[in-house]
């Protein structure tokens, strides 16, 4: 049993070892705000660029199948720990062309149409701002909301609803 | 009997209005208590197209809900009219057989019924009617969301938009004359306004990122909606034109479906800020938001009565929506039972009174007074997201 005398110095070391640790969560907190939680004095996000004109996240020279849709909890537009990791591949594709990505967000079918239109926007900025603090390039990323419309799946059901609330990723060419 | 009795007294003691073309009373004629309704006879309009008119008039009163319909023959409020060569003459008799109510309209069947049923309305409740006033929505008839217009009682639906795309959140102007929607021709969500006389479109708020839930201020000379161009869903104030955009809110949640006091002063709308959407009012200078104390937790889709008075809104409820209206001066909130557990995108008709919304694929007008339910328009696919004009 190792017996730990408090003197004054351990006492400055244990104090130093907890505030470090402190700082790391902390440092983990902001990341978790960067990617879309609530902070109570927000100014503004990252401005989106101007749209590439002729070409839209529905186009036919779109490529909308190499990633994998985002997925979202109910009522919610934070990207989800579990969820975050389909990022990376999303970075890596968009640094290696040189075309545009559009984030499309939509929702399930439990809201009201309007603000149906507002979440599906606010998850495809979300993402957004997740891929800016992964190093992507803002003035190459769009987004567009279909809310409630076109969903994955027309079904009413959990599972249905779960497979809408998403945001899809199309690159441009 | 005692009910009569009153009337006949109230009606004699009442100056009796002079036979003129034009009657327009600044006052009401006749006091109703909200419990009452008036009786009212209506005798057929003769005349060519006498027996249209007389049918859209019989509705149009029925609706308004200030009216008890009564057989004629006796004494008391009867309208009566003539119809020829395209225009109908009105009239409104009292009690004692004295003109109330005196007129000659013009324009098709229809527009002359809902003319003369609206100044039956004004003359004797002193409130606005419905009768003349417009509606539009989104239905899926066509396999796609598109835009339709239609008088406020279901008759002379017309397709507005052809975009074969999704075309949805259409609002009117309060002179009904002008049409804003959010489509997606150019794959983002744009404002497009459109002048209903001439058709003429125009893309007026096409920021990057989704631009959507245009409404008019009062005046018609200014658009509020959310536009999301600096990475977040933000309200707006632009324009009629699309032009000075002005940003009213900074916020790290989701602005959604302003809707504009009849003033023009403030702008009530939804905000969840990282929670469940809630109400709040600002001023159209921008500033400082204020919650709307509704008592509910996920609330959306604010409409602002024409008098000022109440807010109509959606609360989420269970896995459906109810209409609920708050009163400002009160502070008190009703939740419609009659509208049921599945009704989205309450808005407020001319008379502050009635509100249209959908029930599952269908339109419904509900008296928010009486709690009387009438389906105006089922058979387009679904309908969605109603508006109404003045």
């Known amino acids: 049993m190792l017996h730990l005398r408090l003197t004054p110095i351990t006492r400055l070391f244990g104090t130093a070892l907890i505030a470090l640790s402190l700082a790391a969560c902390a440092g983990a907190n902001k990341k978790k705000q960067y990617a879309g939680s609530e902070d109570g004095d927000f100014v503004s996000g990252s401005s989106l660029p101007e749209r590439q004109e002729g070409v839209s996240f529905l186009s036919g020279n779109v490529d909308r199948q190499s990633v994998s849709p985002v997925y979202f909890a109910f009522d919610s537009y934070e990207v989800e720990p579990g969820e975050a990791y389909k990022l990376d591949a999303v970075v890596r594709k968009l640094q290696g062309g040189s075309g545009q990505l559009i984030i499309a967000g939509f929702t399930d079918e439990r809201g009201t149409w309007e603000y149906n239109r507002g979440l599906g926007e606010r998850r495809a900025q979300a993402v957004r701002a997740h891929l800016l603090s992964l190093g992507a390039d803002g003035s190459r990323i769009q987004t567009t909301s279909f809310g409630a419309d076109m969903p994955a799946d027309p079904a009413s059901n959990e599972a249905a609803w779960a497979k809408n609330r998403r945001a899809e990723f199309g690159f441009t060419p | ?390």
Not at chain 2, 206 to 222: E, H, L
């Open chain 2, 1 to 390: 009997m005692l009910r009569k009795i009153l009337l006949a007294l109230t009606l004699l003691s009442l100056p009796v209005l002079p036979p003129v073309a034009q009657v327009r009373a600044e006052t009401p004629t006749i006091t109703v208590s909200k419990s009452d309704s008036i009786a009212l006879a209506l005798t057929p309009i003769s005349g060519s197209e006498g027996e249209l008119v007389t049918s859209v008039l019989r509705n149009d009163l029925s609706l308004a809900g200030y009216f008890n319909l009564v057989s004629g023959g006796q004494p008391g409020l009867t309208v009566s009219g003539s119809d020829s060569g395209g225009v109908t003459s009105g009239r409104v008799t009292d009690f004692s057989g004295g003109t109330v109510l005196q007129r000659q309209y013009r324009g098709d069947a229809r527009q002359r019924a809902h003319a003369f049923a609206r100044d039956i309305i004004e003359t004797l409740t002193g409130n606005p009617g419905l009768p003349g006033s417009r509606i539009a929505f989104v239905a899926t008839r066509t396999g796609r969301k598109e835009i339709y217009t239609a008088d406020y009682d279901g008759s002379n639906v017309r397709q507005l938009t052809h975009d074969g795309n999704i075309s949805v959140a259409p609002a009117l102007s309060a002179d009904g004359r002008r049409l804003a929607y959010t489509g997606y021709l150019k794959g983002y969500a744009d404002i497009y306004t459109i002048e209903l006389g001439s058709g003429a479109r125009r893309r007026v708020v096409k920021f990057p990122g989704t631009n959507s839930g245009a409404t008019w201020s009062p005046d018609g000379s200014r658009l509020a909606c959310t536009v999301s161009r600096d990475g977040n869903p933000e309200l707006y104030i632009v324009s009629a034109s699309g032009s000075g955009a002005q940003r009213l809110t900074h916020t790290s949640g989701v602005e959604s479906s302003p809707s504009w006091s009849p003033d023009g002063q403030e702008i009530v709308y939804a905000a969840d800020n990282g929670g469940a959407p809630r109400l709040y009012r600002i001023s159209a200078n921008g500033g400082r938001p204020r919650p709307v104390a509704s008592g509910y937790r996920f609330t959306t889709e604010p409409d602002w009565s024409p008098d000022g008075k109440k807010i109509a809104f959606n609360l989420r409820e269970g896995g459906g929506f109810r209409v609920a209206v708050h009163d400002l001066a009160s502070g008190q909130t009703q939740t419609l039972s009659s509208a049921g557990s599945n009704a989205q995108n309450p808005v407020w008709g001319p008379d502050s009174r009635h509100l249209l919304f959908t029930d599952g694929p269908n339109l419904v007008m509900i008296d928010s007074r009486t709690g009387r339910r009438t389906t105006i328009l089922d058979g387009l696919g679904a309908i969605s997201e109603p508006a109404w004009s003045r």
